[in-house]
């Protein structure tokens, strides 16, 4: 079985696009989402927006994953169309470029390395970490990782994480985010004047907490996963953090249209080059991608995966609050 230099060598055959693929899938996957939101406003039947309400929910979680491999350069480098199609939805979807591909190139090159693995991710310490920190610090970090804090990643990590915090650090830096934040006002302001509040929730509020709501879920799981594992610094090696610390999310077909395959997200940070539409093939192509420890949408995988809290370094597993308590 290849490993180090040797495994991330060979999957760089895969990390090549077929331009007219990745046209096609941003521009389908754009316009059905236009049109799913025309349907949250003009749909004369209720039921009929609040269908298009969910709907445009998941595709925004399909167009994210698109963004996320074009700031990767996966897709659709050195075209200004696409530059500008993708800046513009990074704002939309209060992602912007200058924080979310700063954060998440971190992540790729530290994931799951302990002291460093929470920016652009989760935070996660070891026990005795956590044992030493006051009660203040604490209940952030756990408040941090609570089930509330993922469900509501619309507020807590895309509003205020990646948006507002960002422009109040450094407003010259990060001014998209300032922009962001005035667009999704502007926006919801505009809804809410022309339509009332069943045309701001449909439209806007409903679409973008399913979107976010499922985004911080799988930014969570995908290395937040019973069999999960952290390394310190020394010890830590990029495949190895690929492959032993990286999920495979399986879902049904339906779910992996709409999430673009970032199931396979141990493939992706493998070679985070290889675009959506490879990864299966790569993981087909590479036994060695086939070893990753698997997680699903199903109620015990994720109780399973959100109960996991803390590092013991003793026992090399991830632990939840009732394992620390018996220490």
Same mark, same amino acid.
């Given at each position: 079985m290849r490993t180090g230099k040797e495994l991330i060598q060979a999957s760089k055959a895969f990390a090549k696009e077929d331009r007219k693929k990745s046209w096609w899938f941003?521009?389908?996957?754009?316009?059905?989402?236009?049109?799913?939101?025309?349907?949250t406003y003009w749909n004369i039947s209720i039921v009929g927006r609040i269908g298009c309400s969910i709907l445009s929910g998941l595709l925004l979680v399909r167009m994210f994953v698109i963004y996320h491999d074009h700031q990767h350069f996966a897709i659709l480098s050195n075209?200004?169309?696409?530059?500008?199609?993708?800046?513009?939805?990074?704002?939309?979807?209060?992602?912007?470029?200058?924080?979310?591909?700063?954060?998440?190139?971190?992540?790729?090159?530290h994931n799951s390395k302990l002291h460093v693995s929470d920016i652009g991710s989760?935070?996660?310490?070891?026990? /005795?970490?956590?044992?030493? @920190?006051?009660?203040?610090?604490? $209940?952030?970090? =756990?408040?941090?990782?609570?089930?509330?804090?993922?469900?509501?990643?619309?507020?807590?990590?895309?509003?205020?994480?990646?948006?507002?915090?960002?422009?109040?650090k450094s407003s010259k830096r990060h001014w998209d985010c300032g922009l962001a934040l005035f667009i999704h006002f502007a926006i919801g302001v505009f809804l809410l004047l022309k339509g009332g509040w069943l045309a701001l929730l449909l439209t806007l509020v409903g679409p973008h907490f399913i979107a976010c709501a499922m985004g911080s879920y799988l930014f969570y799981v995908q290395h937040n996963f019973p069999g999960a594992s952290f390394k310190?610094?020394?010890?830590?090696?990029?495949?190895y953090a690929a492959l032993h610390s990286t999920s495979y999310l399986i879902m049904n077909p339906v779910m992996q249209w709409f999430t673009g395959n970032i199931g396979l /997200?141990?493939?992706?940070? @493998?070679?985070?080059?290889?675009? $959506?539409?490879? =990864?299966?093939?790569?993981?087909?192509?590479?036994?060695e991608l086939n070893t990753a420890v698997t997680t699903s949408f199903r109620l015990k995988d994720v109780i399973?995966?959100?109960?996991?809290?803390?590092?013991?370094?003793?026992?090399?597993?991830?632990?939840?609050?009732?394992?620390?308590?018996?220490?």
């Open positions: 941003t521009l389908s996957t754009l316009l059905l989402l236009i049109l799913a939101l025309a349907g075209s200004k169309i696409a530059d500008s199609i993708m800046s513009l939805f990074g704002i939309y979807i209060l992602a912007p470029s200058s924080i979310w591909k700063r954060s998440h190139d971190f992540h790729h090159n989760f935070p996660t310490i070891t026990k /005795h970490q956590f044992l030493g @920190l006051c009660k203040k610090q604490q $209940f952030i970090y =756990l408040a941090l990782r609570h089930p509330l804090n993922i469900l509501f990643g619309y507020l807590t990590i895309f509003t205020y994480s990646f948006c507002v915090s960002s422009f109040v310190v610094l020394h010890d830590w090696k990029y495949d /997200h141990h493939v992706h940070h @493998l070679n985070s080059r290889i675009p $959506f539409y490879r =990864l299966e093939e790569a993981m087909a192509s590479m036994p399973s995966c959100l109960r996991l809290k803390l590092w013991d370094d003793e026992k090399q597993t991830m632990i939840g609050l009732n394992e620390l308590s018996n220490h």
